[in-house]
């Protein structure tokens, strides 16, 4: 079983930057696809981004290229999120995920295995 803790969320204006965390519990960390999901109020939770195990393949929903990066610390069993130029519409709880399939499966639609509490981002225009 994984635990998953983010932090990191916040009020910033539009156009401002936030860098989520996911901590995670265990010694399998690495066994594990990690991804990052949102849900708004009155919407369904939406695929965000998601890193492979190694580090080595990442995948972002066409919202989130060009101003999302994620990036994954095996070492301190930690995933982040970057978010650049952020906008209104970027509002939304933000969830992080540990799944057990492969990282293109997760983007494609794949349902994670763990998720976290979840952490607010709110973006002021």
């Known amino acids: 079983q994984v635990q998953l803790v983010e932090s990191g969320g916040g009020l910033v204006q539009a156009g401002g930057s936030l860098r989520l965390s996911c901590a995670a519990s265990g010694r399998t960390f690495r066994r594990y696809s990690m991804g990052w999901f949102r849900q708004a109020p009155g919407k369904e939770r939406e695929f965000v981004s998601v890193?492979?195990?190694?580090?080595?393949?990442?995948y972002y929903a066409d919202s989130a290229k060009g101003r999302f990066t994620i990036s994954r610390d095996n070492a301190k069993n930690t995933v982040y999120l970057q978010m650049n130029s952020l906008k209104p519409e970027d509002t939304a709880v933000y969830y992080c995920?540990?799944?057990?399939?492969?990282?293109?499966?997760?983007?494609?639609?794949?349902?994670?295995?763990?998720w976290g509490q979840g952490t607010q981002v709110t973006v002021s225009s």
């Open positions: 995920a540990a799944s057990e399939k492969v990282a293109v499966v997760v983007a494609g639609g794949g349902r994670p295995d763990y």
């Open positions: 890193i492979s195990w190694s580090g080595g393949s990442t």
